[in-house]
């Protein structure tokens, strides 16, 4: 199946907003394709630097491409964004000149039905961004109580 490119949609916002600098540090916390991180790294020569993160190791393959061009200015880390604080450290940065979050899924992940995120083909109700992740969505909606699954849809 042939699968359209990943066009970043906030792209056109994001750059403008950030106004990255040389030398900046910056953190995309939700790398995807590296669509925004190459963007950054551009617009940041030549000495920005970018610390990407992301869970789905397939998303990480294609950034890794995408932003091989910018060498050791590109940090790239199979992580959640809620482990930034902690990957930043081990870059020994104590700060950070600008962080971007772009939530949801990406077209790729979509795209793929066996990744359960699809809204028109069928497939397993996986939805797992890492596969490392011990729980898919199909174990979630079949093992756990009503009430669990109240509160995590509520929380
Ligand atoms: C809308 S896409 C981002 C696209 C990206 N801005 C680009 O330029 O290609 C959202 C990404 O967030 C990732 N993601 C979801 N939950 C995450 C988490 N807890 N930590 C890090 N990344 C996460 C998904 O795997 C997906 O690649």
Redesign the pocket.
Known sequence: MSEAP?L?VLYKSIIPALQPKSPGRYV??????????AGILEASVPKGELLG????PA?LAIAREKLAPFGKRAHIVQA???AMKTEAAELGWQAVDGIVL?????SM?LDRPERGFSFLNDGPLDMR?SLNTALSAADLVNTFSEEDLADIIFR
Not at 28 to 37: I, R, S, V, Y
Not at 102 to 106: K, R
């Open positions: 990943h970043p995309d916390g939700t790398l995807g394709a590296g669509g925004h991180a993160l992301d869970l789905d998303a959640s964004y809620t772009d939530f949801g899924v990406s992940q961004f």
